[in-house]
Every structure is written in C-alpha cells, then in structure tokens.
C-alpha cells in the first residue's frame, strides 16, 4: 500500500464490480445488463447529439430529462434529481441524507456498494439480516415497543427487488417501512423494478421521508450511457443537489441528456423490451427447476439460483470453461447460488444445456 494514501484510503474495502471479460464467443449472464439494444428513437437522439455543440457544456441541471421523467411519473421537475448512473445518485445520497448520528440500516444480503459507501464517508451502519428465505423482514425495520430513539434506524435503504436475490417486496410493505420511520430517510433503489414490481414513486408525494432511485442501465439497455435518477420530495432533492454542485456541476453529458430523454418518451418499446426478458426469465427458472435448481422469486432481470448437490463455484468455473460467464458471491449465506442474468433467449438454451451437461458429467 502507498505511503501516500489518506487514512480513508488505507481502510476502504472496494466494490468489486462485475467482470467484463473478453473472450471469444461469450455467453454473458454476469452483470444484468438487458440482452436487447436501447430505443432506437435514443440511438437517433444520441447520434443527433454528436456535433459542434459538443465543445459547450451541457446544461448542468439537465432541465430536459428533469422534465421528461417528471412527466412520466406524475410529480413536479423540483423532486427529480439526475446522476451519471444510480450508483453516483445513491453516493450523493449517503452524504446528503443517509448520514446521521443513529446508524444506517440495511439488508445483510443486499447491493454490495452499500457498505463501500459506508466506508468511504463514515457511515455508521447496520446489517439487519434477511429471513430464512431471503425475504426483507418488515418488522425488522419498525419501531418496538419500549425501543429508545437512539436505537433506531438513522436511515434505511434497501433495494427492491432486492440484489442478488431478485426478491420484491409488496408495495404496501414497502409503504409500511417508510410510515413506520417517519424521522428517517427510507430510500427505495429500484434498479430492477420495471422487471415486475410496482414503483413506490407513487408514494413520494404521501411521504417526505422518501427517496426512490432508478437507472437507465437495466430496463432501458442504456448502461454504457451511464444515467440514474432519483424522485423525492423537493427538500430530499434540493440535499441532493447540494452536495451534487460541490462535487462536479456537469454529471450528465450532451449525449447523455438526448438519449435518456429521447428513452422515456419511447414508452411503446420501453413497455416490449421489459416484456420479453419477463417472458424469457419464466421459462429460465422453469428450466433451472427442471434440472434440479433452487430458483428464489424473481421480480428483476436476473435469478438465484443453487443446486443441492452441486458447488456454485464449482457450476460457475465449469461455465466459463465453456465460455459462459454468471457471477458467484462467496458471502456466508450465498455462497452456492449462482446470480444468472436474464440474457436472449438463445443464450438461455446455451446456459440450460452446458449445465445439463455439467450435471449429468
């Protein structure tokens, strides 16, 4: 380690991101990216984009976007906030609303970009553990009889549906969470919930201690463009945008802004896109079931799934010797399940009949 490095540094544990590898003929399930292109009508806007105008800067609110996704759902421009993908908005969102002298709390099997945020500002933070079939505990989360304030959550974010696990919590629990904790912040990060959950941005007007975050790079195939957000009530927001303007003015580019907003305003495809990987997730877990698997409920655009007699490093290193990538964690609790990306449904039928073969070996 360098002599050079601030004590923060020294005692950072990173995100681990997913692996991008390149090889020859690939099959990659690893990093939930959506298996089909973008909006055309947003390949349009972002090429349209590419000119002259590229030597200013883009507007640094991104009024246009603000505007578009306002619309879509049913709130004013003032309670949405933008970032250069959800993970910078979930940052912004740890330093500006999640910080407080009682703890943070969260899933213990969950986004592991929470605690790596917790590290990096000094987060104070608890593991609230999930059930025995990995579902979010409600109860966990509310106030008991006869519990000091101090003992309570400062804040609370999870993701639904959750990560890995692809669980999703009803709306009505989630609504349970956020009207039990009326002093704390309760952040919503809905990464996979175009996937077959319901939005709790239509609680955002109800509850202002809401937060709800969403990305680009799921449902919309727009990972590369790297575009989150987030909806709140106007004072959430205006935290966000604090501590935005005095990290980097300008977090969403030219392209960036026309892409995402041509994105939105493209519902027809946007509705379809998120239909066929549904469609190909049911027969996935179908067929992991039919060979043996464990497949949790899965609400996002991935499952996990394990095998009773079989190792999960084991099955993933016997994939990727024939060129099929999924990701295995090696957390307690998790570390036999492999999260398997929802990719076409060629892909599928290729990752379906090497662990036939791997299993019948």
Not at 277 to 291: H, N, S
Not at 329 to 351: E, H, Y
């Amino acid at each position: 380690m360098s002599r050079f490095w601030s004590a923060v540094v020294h005692g950072l544990t990173p995100y681990v991101p997913g692996e991008q590898p390149k090889l020859d003929n690939l099959v990659k399930l690893n990093t939930n990216e959506h298996p089909y292109g973008p909006s055309p009508r947003a390949l349009e806007a972002i090429r349209a984009a590419t000119g002259d105008g590229l030597r200013l800067y883009p507007d640094p609110n991104a009024d246009a976007l603000k505007a578009a996704l306002a619309k879509r759902h049913g709130v004013q421009p003032q309670q949405v906030f933008v970032g250069n993908g959800s993970d910078e908005v979930l940052a912004h969102a740890f330093m500006a609303l999640l910080k407080h002298d009682r703890a943070l709390w969260f899933p213990d099997i969950s986004y592991s970009f929470y605690p790596v945020y917790c590290g990096l500002y000094g987060v104070a933070h608890r593991s609230v553990p999930l059930a025995e079939d990995f579902a979010i505990r409600v109860e966990n989360y509310l106030p008991q009889p006869g519990q000091a304030a101090a003992e309570r959550p400062g804040a609370i974010i999870f993701p639904n549906p959750n990560a890995p696990t692809g669980r999703l919590l009803a709306l009505a629990e989630v609504e349970r969470i956020v009207a039990g904790n009326p002093d704390a912040v309760v952040l919503v990060d809905e990464a996979y919930v175009d996937f077959g959950g319901e939005s709790a941005i239509a609680l955002v007007d109800r509850y202002p201690n809401l937060l709800v975050t969403h990305t680009f790079s799921k449902s919309r195939s727009l990972a590369g463009l790297r575009v989150g957000y987030a909806v709140g009530h106007a004072e959430l927001i205006e935290g966000l945008e604090r501590v935005k303007n005095s990290f980097n003015s300008y977090p969403l580019d030219r392209l960036a802004i026309a892409g995402a907003v041509a994105s939105v305003e493209d519902e027809a495809f946007f509705q379809e896109s998120c239909r066929k990987v549904i469609a190909t997730r049911e027969k996935l877990v179908a067929d992991m079931q039919a060979l043996g698997f464990e497949v949790l409920p899965s609400a996002a655009n991935f499952i996990f799934a394990r095998h009773p007699a079989r190792d999960g490093a084991e099955l993933t290193a016997e994939l990727r010797k024939r060129a099929i990538i999924v990701r295995h964690f090696k957390a307690a609790r998790i570390d036999q399940f492999m999260r398997i990306t929802v990719g076409t449904d060629a892909q599928c039928a290729i990752l379906v009949a090497a662990l036939r073969e791997i299993l019948a070996a």
